[in-house]
């Protein structure tokens, strides 16, 4: 059964059904994609580049701006805007690479627990009510320390924390899916049970399971830039959302524009994840649930 | 001939914790090839239970403490998980009672019905595909191409019925238990449904066990019909002697309390009370029967 109502809306079509929040949601994540791929190209200067004559130069609409920097220049006088774009890489990066994951444990353990009960059921559960426990700030900066500053351990300490949100999501929702009267058929035509899971319930949180997953892209580049703020991410010099607003910490009074231009790349990222989530829930439901 | 379904003495309780409350009270019925056997009971008499315990789908609380099911002459009353799906389907299927929620809602009718096709009889997708439209005719549905397209919601009640009936007859199974079928259909729909399942049951030859509390779907289709009260099967006769001469008192009294289009001013004839108790009386010296061997035997 690959021929589930996902498929059956054509790009066009589905652009068409969409609401405001889901067209505007997905023009900022394809926005990102295209800045993050075509970053060598869209940045003027050299992330890295240090040019110390230049440092301090503000953004192009303050008189003594230099039009060659058009969001002005770090203490070292590094391009903003080219390091802002190239920091959309690493938060793109993590936000498909950790969310995807997170995704895939998250569901894999709910759907188990919600399909099996039981004793499955109560230890999943039970380790969902010791994970919940934990402050999750506190526990990624530990584990980051633990494993080491990189981008692999902010992927890796997103995945642990988060897997629960999904699980508990799919969880309940597996659980609602078995009460449903097509589980029951599906086994009176002599379905096997990973057919049924797999092949019947799946299928139907799939909506859900694409809304979660644009929410949680949201939270990965959140914890990416707190990770970053912290100096437990890439490497300090490297361009990241979240190390441009901790080196800009420093001059705040003197050049807060280094501060407030990744505040903003990050709040509209995450404020077009969670659009695209939301009205991808929506677009999706009603066909389902009508 | 050997009964195609022989369930004899069923005793099945429902267990929670410590209790345990007795469903079916030594259930004894058969049902030769190509039969129609009804069964007919108040609501809770335990007739879906039947259904469920042949088809081996009981809920977890729900177990059989006596008595054995036979399929075809082999028990089939604890098989395995793996024993079970090999009949599921291909020598037994369902015909469920809603139909407005036993498809799923997410794929093509098509693609449903096909995946019982490939998954049982081993098409490939170009012959499930044809096999598909000619099921679809089979069970009176026009533009089947069409139709194939679609999704669950965008088909009537009626006619996702009609579908769950052409996955049911899908691989010639000897056995279907059809559990209510109609009883979430309107009227007029209902009788279409059951002429259309009388008419394959006639060209295939297939068993139907019928569950309904409608005595007059009985008299339409069924050849023998069992009466069953609390768990307990009264009465099981054929459908002609059934309504000509029913022996129980409490099938009598079914029999006056259905409402007759013929008569429509006559009053409406409850089940009379006495009768009630007397046959709960019944059932509890039963039960109390039932324990008192179990200690017996202790
Ligand atoms: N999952 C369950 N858990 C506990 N008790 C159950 C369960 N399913 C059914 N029962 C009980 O089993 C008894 C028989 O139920 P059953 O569904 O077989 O009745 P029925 O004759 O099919 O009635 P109806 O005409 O309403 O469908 C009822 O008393 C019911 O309460
Ligand atoms: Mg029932």
Redesign the pocket.
Known sequence: MTDSILVRHSPLGFVLAASPRTIVGLSVFLLIVFTAIASPWLAPHDPLEQDLLNSFLPPFWVSGADPAFLLGTDNLGRDVLSRLIYGTRVALTVALVAATLTGILGTTVGLLAGFYGGWVDTLVSRMVDIWMAFPAVLLSIVLVAVIGAGLHAVIIAIIVIDWTRFCRVVRAETMVQCQQDYVASAVTIGLSRRRRLFKEILPNILPLLISLLTLEMGIAVVVEAILSYVGLSVASDAATWGGLIQEGRLYINQAPWLMVFPITCIVVAVLGFNALGDGLRSTLDPVLRR | MTALLNIHNLHLE?Q?GTTS?P?LRGVSLSLQPGEVLGLV????????????ATLGIL?S??VITDGEILFDGADITHISVKARRRLLGTDMAMIP?DPMTSLNPVFRIGSQIADVLRLHLGLKSKEADQRVLELLDNVHINRPERVVKLYPHELSGGMRQRILIAIAFACRPRLIIA??PTTALDVTIQRQVLRLIKELQVASGTAILF?T?DLGVVAKICNRVGV?HA?RILELSSARDLFEAPTHPYTQALMAATPRYDRPNSALNPVPEALVSALWDDVRSYDRGERSVDTGNA
């Open positions: 429902i929670q409350l469903i009971g108040e609501s809770s008499a335990g007739k879906t239970m039947i259904g469920k809920p609380q729900g009672q559990d209510e569950v509390h069953i768990g």
